[in-house]
T-cell receptor, first 113, second 113 residues
Framework: EAGVTQSPTHLIKTRGQQATLRCSPISGHTSVYWYQQALGLGLQFLLWYDEGEERNRGNFPPRFSGRQFPNYSSELNVNALELEDSALYLC????????????FGPGTRLTVL | GENVEQHPSTLSVQEGDSAVIKCTYSDSASNYFPWYKQELGKRPQLIIDIRSNVGEKKDQRIAVTLNKTAKHFSLHITETQPEDSAVYFCAASKGTSYGKLTFGQGTILTVHP
């Protein structure tokens, strides 16, 4: 069974630009989560999508947004990039009803210059 | 909101010794507690989890204990091996309708041969 996949592996942007990160969940999983892992810090919850709807949102500004497609894949968009947005962005998927048992992808390393 | 504190931040043991990592949580409504292992440059991997209706769970050399009254839970690794060296994260969730995992800050475990 294929795991959670993410693309791209690395992304380099300059301040003010927009970044788009993509995630494909494990087959059969309908929930997708996004987390930010800044260097030396733990994982911070960003967004949760299930069945195409945003279910929960972490304490991040509105320039962090996303969506989930009919095939349950998801993308995370970060607008007006700031230097402190540099981090590893991890996607996780889960299967209802145990939507809190989450399996992570390898992450996208975003660097903002 | 939920807050999860994890200790120690670093832990160094000799091969064959036991390792214990402790976490406390603030929200008594939390009912799901997973542990993740993250090796350098790799994705967080779910290694064991426990729900609030269980006090202890064991899987080979790994065990997790939960004290709901004191609001803390611990990871126990016995007969440690060099390949156990990694960063370990605890997390807490208030349930499947909430989805979001709140993570501790991580423990860097080093097992010396």
């Amino acid at each position: 069974e294929a795991g959670v996949t993410q693309s791209p592996t690395h992304l380099i942007k300059t301040r003010g630009q927009q970044a788009t990160l993509r995630c494909s969940p494990i087959s059969g999983h309908t929930s997708v989560y996004w987390y930010q892992q800044a260097l030396g810090l733990g994982l911070q919850f960003l967004l949760w999508y299930d069945e195409g709807e945003e279910r929960n949102r972490g304490n991040f500004p509105p320039r962090f947004s996303g969506r989930q497609f009919p095939n349950y894949s998801s993308e995370l968009n970060v607008n007006a990039l700031e230097l402190e947005d540099s981090a590893l962005y991890l996607c996780a998927s889960a299967q209802v009803p145990e939507a809190d048992t989450q399996y992570f992808g390898p992450g996208t390393r975003l660097t903002v210059l | 909101g939920e807050n999860v504190e994890q200790h120690p931040s670093t832990l160094s043991v000799q091969e064959g010794d036991s390792a214990v990592i402790k976490c406390t949580y603030s929200d008594s409504a939390s009912n799901y507690f997973p542990w993740y292992k993250q090796e350098l440059g790799k994705r967080p991997q779910l290694i064991i989890d426990i729900r609030s209706n269980v006090g202890e769970k064991k899987d080979q050399r790994i065990a997790v204990t939960l004290n709901k009254t004191a609001k803390h839970f611990s990871l126990h690794i016995t007969e440690t091996q060099p390949e156990d060296s990694a960063v370990y994260f605890c997390a807490a969730s208030k349930g499947t309708s909430y989805g979001k995992l709140t993570f501790g800050q991580g423990t860097i475990l080093t097992v010396h041969p």
